[in-house]
DNA sequence: AGATATCCGAGTGAATTAGTGGGATTTGAG
DNA sequence: CTCAAATCCCACTAATTCACTCGGATATCT
């Protein structure tokens, strides 16, 4: 039940790729200085984050990622789901239909599941990264060498 | 970010020895059988039930477990917190002092992830073994013959 | 042309998961 | 007393997942 380095190392990326990316595109090599992740797991995470539509690319020298939408129409949640591939704690929760579950299909740990996973939705779906922009450029004008996070 | 089997199994096994021990002590064995839930795999799990001090034990002839105390003061997240050691997605949201991430302790996903760890503290807190038991005698009932969950 | 980028897939060591298996100990029943 | 039914308590292992690294192809601005 742990959340892995792709989550957590992808939205401090995305975070960074928000902040830098306003005005023109944002390498990987510097997302890597200033967070201090490898460019070559950067590249992996990234590649998720395309795929799922989050960023948009560009090639060539001076090329970049930019976010695809205003960071106000993307969530935690959005994030999260890109990076672990579903944010489901339990299989089960997800098939909707009667037919889930062997035998007649009554399950009743079944609800259980569905009811942490509802709860973890609203939680990351709750969150916008401009939310957490404001919040990390409010935190280094307070401490302008910081080193960020480690986790 | 998958609640692993110990979670999953485990909680199963906690209804089913809440169900049946109300008059008797209960095997790991008739567990083993109703849940279809290997007998060592269940012994693993129990222990850390017992450990937490959310089972009691019987040795001996005729032995086996009963809930240490009432079903309605047992919360599925007592259960989930005793088989999983924790139910927290990043470590980092539980060091409650400044000290925590590195450098100066400014660190802006730690607010994310306390977030997502209060919502899922709230809703395992929030449904007690006693419902489930409830739940589960109301299916077996309109279904004598179902096979339970497989998960 | 060359430097700076993204893009892409394969490979790998470490850690975790999901179990099994063997045997010691305790205790009620016959 | 003895035996069978239980819990208890390890140690072990195969498979999977995690957390990366590496090599090289492709695109594009200067």
């Given at each position: 039940m742990k959340l892995s380095?792709?989550?957590?190392y992808g939205l401090r990326a995305m975070i960074d790729l928000a902040d830098y990316s306003?005005?023109?595109a944002v390498s990987i090599s510097s997302i890597s200085e200033r967070q201090s992740i490898s460019v070559s797991y950067l590249?992996?995470?990234?590649?998720?984050?395309k795929k799922a539509g989050l960023v948009?690319?560009?090639?060539g020298?001076?090329?970049?990622?930019?976010?695809?939408?205003?960071?106000?129409?993307?969530?935690?949640?959005?994030?999260?789901?890109?990076?672990?591939?579903?944010?489901?704690?339990?299989d089960c929760s997800e098939l909707t239909g009667e037919s889930s579950c062997s035998g007649s299909g009554h399950?009743?740990?079944?609800?259980?599941?569905?009811?942490?996973n509802d709860s973890i939705q609203d939680a990351v779906d709750s969150m916008t990264l401009e939310?957490?922009?404001?919040d990390?450029?409010?935190v280094r004008q307070s401490n302008p060498e910081g080193t960020g996070c480690d986790i």
């Open positions: 380095t792709k989550g957590r306003e005005y023109e590249e992996q995470l990234i590649a998720k984050l948009n690319s560009i090639r020298a001076q090329g970049g990622y930019v976010l695809a939408k205003p960071a106000i129409d993307i969530s935690v949640g959005d994030v999260l789901r890109a990076l672990e591939g579903g944010l489901v704690p339990v399950c009743v740990t079944k609800f259980v599941w569905q009811r942490i939310e957490l922009v404001a990390s450029r409010r």
